[in-house]
């Protein structure tokens, strides 16, 4: 019984390693055939796109999250653009589809969010012995670029305030 088994087992991988070959027939010119034509940019006129950065406020997250696993379903069809916001207690999320249920647009405002570590050691670094008292998050993003991320802070040391435009990487963008 051990013999049949083990020449089988010799038989069976026998054939499948004939299978691999190529017929002696088969070698030669291969002929060239025309293919019809792709178009690549339609692509990009079916797929909606959302770029989001990591937040370090956990609030802002959720809503992007939320908004990320937001189907709009057929709701869109029959209107020219279909409008969805989602708002939280300190802010809130705008988006907009068109007609074919692509997204357009993102607008998201917040308040007194928690900072990227980045843009706080760049605040504090800039101006010592600054307080930072509130801040916000503005994102804009339209067809897939985005247009601003941005962080508008207010510092106040004494009597003195400033407000600074700062770069979720940590750059200063603007001191006003």
Do not use: C
């Given at each position: 019984?051990?013999?049949?088994?083990?020449?089988?087992?010799?038989f069976?991988?026998?054939?499948?390693?004939?299978?691999?070959?190529?017929?002696?027939?088969?070698?030669?010119?291969?002929?060239?055939?025309?293919l019809?034509?792709?178009?690549?940019?339609?692509?990009?006129?079916?797929f909606?796109i959302?770029?989001?950065?990591?937040?370090?406020?956990?609030?802002?997250?959720?809503?992007?999250?939320?908004?990320?696993?937001?189907?709009?379903?057929?709701?869109?069809?029959?209107?020219?653009e279909?409008?969805?916001?989602?708002?939280?207690?300190?802010?809130?999320?705008?988006?907009?589809?068109?007609?074919?249920?692509?997204?357009?647009?993102v607008?998201?405002?917040?308040?007194?969010?928690?900072?990227?570590?980045?843009?706080?050691?760049?605040?504090?670094?800039?101006?010592?012995?600054w307080?930072?008292?509130?801040?916000?998050?503005?994102?804009?993003?339209?067809?897939?670029?985005?247009?601003k991320?941005?962080?508008?802070?207010?510092?106040?040391?004494?009597?003195?305030?400033?407000?600074?435009?700062?770069?979720?990487?940590?750059?200063i963008?603007?001191?006003?």
């Amino acid at each position: 019984m051990k013999s049949l088994i083990v020449i089988l087992m010799a038989f069976g991988f026998a054939i499948t390693s004939f299978s691999q070959e190529k017929p002696l027939e088969e070698e030669g010119n291969m002929e060239i055939t025309k293919l019809p034509e792709i178009v690549i940019n339609k692509a990009e006129k079916d797929f909606s796109i959302y770029i989001h950065e990591h937040n370090a406020d956990k609030n802002v997250r959720a809503i992007q999250e939320k908004f990320i696993a937001y189907d709009i379903g057929k709701d869109y069809e029959g209107f020219d653009e279909y409008l969805v916001i989602m708002k939280l207690k300190r802010g809130s999320l705008t988006a907009v589809y068109n007609e074919n249920g692509k997204l357009i647009r993102v607008v998201e405002n917040y308040k007194n969010v928690r900072l990227p570590f980045n843009v706080v050691i760049s605040v504090f670094k800039a101006f010592p012995q600054w307080t930072i008292q509130n801040d916000k998050l503005y994102y804009e993003q339209a067809e897939g670029d985005m247009l601003k991320n941005e962080y508008k802070i207010k510092i106040k040391k004494d009597k003195e305030v400033k407000r600074l435009v700062v770069h979720p990487n940590g750059d200063i963008l603007k001191v006003l």
